[in-house]
């Protein structure tokens, strides 16, 4: 069902046991952020900040869970999304082909109703006006210890093109600067920064309205990968089976819906020179450093009388984004078949690979090279364009059980016949590539092989005659180099190596030649991390792998079917990295030991420990970024 601001959706987390109230003052500089990541962290509630020292209290977590996704979007689960799409989409193909049935007819009636409207009359989001804005009367975040600044981490960024007039709504983190400017951080891939270059050439100053909470499915659909000129607020009504009523901002011509909590009205003038924004600890888990960007004027606010002020932490995954992922998963299922591959049977993006680093695909295998078809179809296909590492699979695999499919992926694929790399457009924060939102990726099919395409199985190795002096050989090899060794659960398929590059930048070719002297065949995968790096965590270990590499870069072949992958801080490498590296995003220790001070008086139940404390090691100086 529709939410009328967020007041109605706290009502009912409520309701459902899935809020807690904090009713002591929390600073919303840092430790809103440290409370929030125990909670988040260990898959607790939604989180209402009651005393922040405005008059607006924080919404936070709202979306960290799948059962409060799924109320966010109005629906028992999110499971039923998909068949709707299909359904719908069936109609409208069988209309196309035979014509206007009575079905189709009641099909676009109901399709009518989910349209959004536009009204002239005021909304309860225009209830209170602020013609003097001031932005510190919100109660905007600090993060982390290293942010540039305060950021509104969770704005819907209303923008219209000069010419078409299609509109965008999109999220863009916004940094405050004073009392009514902020950083606009639309990167160059977005539709905002498509309509920017648009006004820009118009010479003309252009039109911005930012929108806060009301209805949770908007924050959703603004972060959903739709195709470009794709209204998001058709998803909405789409989702919660009602339309989204719009009305026109005071100070400018775009229209906003009515129901959001507060609305920042103004402009971004394209000729002013751009200012710096950032750093930001980011969503990747590392912080995201400083850059240019347009400056936003803030020329009105507005807000409803009970409004509540939403908010998001990113940092290290899992963080609320990825429950917002989850949800992606499964509304876009449809989408990708119907319009891409109709052999997709599922598709995932693990928390580790922060939505753009990995994703694993499962079809229906028909025929030889299909995984490869796959493949090249999804480098190239809206979003999908950032993946940096794109899996797949075929058969009965479940994608999401990660133990079965590493097995399933060493089992089916050849290294030398089944990786395709290829160099393309990277997401902006990606920070592990040579040239900016640039560099390499990988595809591997890991899907089961015909007669055609067998070229080696990984059963000639498991029967291979393998001697047993070989892993305790190259583990006291490499311990002598400074480094150590992790065999995952024995499996002597893969291999995993920490190393201290700082003390000795030459290990890593060393400890190539330490597997490769060995002739390591039983091996298919080998690993290196930093020192710091936990090797026995494996989530630890894959995320570091996921931020940390350029797959055409840091992929080395050992022999024909053995990889050893790079996954080491490049800072330290020799002869330096071209760009400037990000350091790891943590609580600072003060932050912590103020929140376990009073953690009694949060009324969260039992001290829940800081997950910074398990990453301190991984930073490398007090710094935004990691100095060589």
Known sequence: ??????????????????????????????????????????????????????????????????????????????????????SLFEKFTDTAQHGLKLSSIMELTRLAKIIPSRTRRKGSCQQIIHSDPDLSLLPVLKCWPHDGGKFITLPVVHTVHPVTGKTNAGMYRMQVFDRNTTGMHWQRHKTGAAH???????????????????????????????????????????????????????????????DTDIVLEGYVDPAEDPVREGPFGDHTGFYSLADLYPRFHVTCITHSKDAVYPATIVGIPPQEDAWLTKATEKIFLAPVKLALQPEIIDFHMPDTGVAHNLVIVRIAKTYPGQGKKVISSLFGAGQMMFTKYLIVTSGETDIRN?????????????????????????????????????????GIDGTEKSGEELKIRSDEYKNASINESKPDNITKAISESGGFVNFPEGDLDSAIVGLDIVCNPGIIEKTKEIFRASKPDYLKLIIAVDHTVDIHDLYMVLWQILGNTDPVRDIDFISDNTIFIDGTIKAFRRGGFPRKWPNVVCSSESTIREIDRKWEALGLGPLINSPSLKYRRLVRGDSDEVLS
């Not at 009305?247 to 819906?257: M, S």
């Not at 089992?411 to 939102?437: A, C, E, R, Y």
């Open 1 to 86: 069902m529709p939410f009328s601001g967020l007041s109605g959706f706290i009502e009912l987390l409520e309701r459902n046991g899935e809020l807690s109230r904090i009713k002591t003052f929390t600073d919303q500089v840092l430790e809103i952020t440290e409370i929030t990541d125990r909670i988040t962290k260990n898959n607790g509630k939604a989180l209402l900040f009651e005393n922040t020292g405005t008059q607006f209290p924080v919404l936070i977590n709202a979306y960290g869970s799948d059962r409060r996704m799924a109320m966010a979007l109005g629906k028992k689960n999110l499971d039923s999304v998909s068949p709707e799409i299909v």
């Open 196 to 258: 920017f270059e648009a006004w820009k050439s118009f010479g003309r100053k252009m039109p911005v309205t930012v929108t806060l909470g009301g209805d949770p499915v908007y924050a959703y659909c603004a972060s959903a990968p739709l195709p470009e000129n794709i209204d998001e607020y058709l998803l909405a009504g789409f989702l919660r089976k009602q339309k989204v009523n719009l009305v026109k901002c005071i100070t400018n011509d775009l229209y906003i819906p009515s």
């Open 402 to 442: 990660y133990g079965s499919l590493t097995r399933h992926l060493l089992q089916h694929t050849n290294m030398k016949t089944d990786l395709s790399f290829i160099s393309g457009p990277l997401d902006v924060l990606d920070h592990s590539s040579d040239i900016f939102s640039f560099g390499g990726k990988l």
